[in-house]
């Protein structure tokens, strides 16, 4: 039996139908594909979405990771947000002051 035939196919298709329901059938296919990307990009590693062939809207973009920003920009957002004055103070001073402030917050 080297080739499936056009009735096993059916077969196939028809017991899959049964077995997940026709609401289940797209989730499924979506996460075959998504699989099936994931494994591409894992092997091949990262490349552009126009080499790989897959459309560029359904390539994810890809977030500013704290790792990609000034050392202490996000220390000094969250200063900021905390109401707390960021200048003239070292990063290590605008850190005791974050600290000091939660553990108020704690404590009330």
Do not use: C, H, N
């Not at 004055?85 to 704690?106: C, F, M, P």
């Amino acid at each position: 039996m080297a080739f499936i035939g056009p009735w096993e196919i059916a077969l196939i298709l028809a017991i899959v139908l049964i077995l997940f329901g026709p609401k289940k059938l797209p989730e499924l296919a979506r996460s075959l594909g998504d699989a099936i990307r994931q494994y591409r990009l894992a092997t091949e590693g990262a490349i552009p979405p126009a080499a790989s062939g897959t459309p560029t809207q359904a390539w994810p973009q890809t977030p500013a990771y704290p790792s990609q920003t000034k050392p202490g920009e996000i220390l000094i957002e969250t200063a900021k947000k905390l109401g707390i004055q960021t200048e003239g103070k070292t990063l290590d001073e605008v850190s005791e002051e974050i600290a000091e402030q939660a553990s108020k917050k704690k404590s009330e």
